[in-house]
């Protein structure tokens, strides 16, 4: 059973930076992707970050040259690095990793972003 913990949300300012965290309880490499989705109120789920197995990374338009995703894989966790943050980017955030036919979440940290 794949567990992914994440951790890091929180409320902060807008132009404020935060950085969320994803443990995985089996190696980030066994994954075809592994990133992060965002789900605001009223709103559907979309996705804001993902790295591949391999280097190649894709990024929500609304996020580029702001969020960046990381990953290490001695600790089995994927980051994200949330920067220059505005109200639009509040949402509760989810880790998510794929493999062949499979599809698992983490149960989400809120990111309040307000003044």
């Known amino acids: 059973q794949v567990q992914l913990v994440e951790s890091g949300g929180g409320l902060v300012q807008p132009g404020g930076s935060l950085r969320l965290s994803c443990v995985a309880s089996?190696?980030?490499?066994?994954?075809?992707?592994i990133g992060w989705y965002r789900q605001a109120p009223e709103k559907q789920r979309e996705l804001v970050a993902r790295?591949?197995?391999?280097?190649?990374?894709n990024y929500a338009d609304s996020v580029k040259g702001r969020f960046t995703i990381s990953r290490d894989s001695a600790k089995n966790t994927v980051y994200l690095q949330m920067n220059s943050l505005k109200p639009e980017d509040t949402a509760v955030y989810y880790c998510?990793?794929?493999?062949?036919?499979?599809?698992?979440w983490g149960q989400g940290t809120q990111v309040t972003v307000s003044s």
């Open positions: 089996q190696s980030i490499f066994s994954f075809s992707a």
């Open positions: 790295v591949f197995s391999g280097v190649s990374t």
């Open positions: 998510n990793a794929q493999s062949i036919g499979r599809n698992y």
